[in-house]
């Protein structure tokens, strides 16, 4: 759909032209997405776990509330995202010494190996995604498609969908 010049009626407009930019990407996303969770799920895990992990091996100490802020979701919609990662082992709490009110992140030592897991699931992603493309495109897209994401206020490296977790952690 590409290219494709419309009008609203013979003589009504002039022709504008389209570049289906918001399709591809809507569609390029949501193949991306459906692949990682097939990665993510090889390994145990849904795209929300693995978001969270990753947030929290890159930004270790933050309180579940800072995660929440960061993430866009209210504190208590990640409640049992962070108590199954727990109970699995993966993350700890760990009251913050300033204040014993708070608890902050982090990973254990198993949640590092599942960390390094989905580290190479996510490149080996990558890879797959930008097959098509030679280095010298893939620089380009990436970065015209960050200047666009940073352009709608998205934070880098944060997937807006974790605005709509449910109570169970799935968006």
């Known amino acids: 759909m590409a290219d494709v010049a419309t009008t609203d009626s013979p003589g009504s407009r002039p022709a504008r032209k389209r570049t289906g930019i918001a399709f591809l990407t809507a569609q390029l996303g949501a193949y991306a997405a459906g692949q990682f969770g097939e990665r993510a799920a090889a390994l145990g895990f849904t795209r929300p776990q693995a978001g969270l992990l990753r947030l929290i091996s890159r930004e270790p100490g933050q309180s579940q509330q800072a995660v929440a802020r960061v993430l866009?979701?209210?504190?208590?919609?990640?409640?049992?995202?962070?108590?199954d990662l727990e109970q699995r082992g993966l993350v700890e709490r760990r009251r913050n010494p300033e204040d014993r009110r708070n608890y902050e992140l982090h990973l254990t030592a198993a949640g590092r190996q599942a960390m390094a897991g989905l580290d190479q699931a996510a490149f080996d992603h990558e890879e797959a995604i930008a097959a098509p493309l030679t280095p010298a495109e893939r620089s380009e897209l990436s970065g015209l498609l960050a200047k666009l994401a940073a352009g709608h206020g998205?934070?880098?490296?944060?997937?807006?969908?974790?605005?709509?977790?449910?109570?169970?952690g799935t968006a």
């Open 72 to 83: 866009g979701t209210p504190p208590s919609r990640l409640v049992a995202l962070v108590d």
């Open 154 to 168: 998205l934070r880098a490296g944060i997937h807006p969908g974790f605005r709509h977790l449910d109570g169970t």
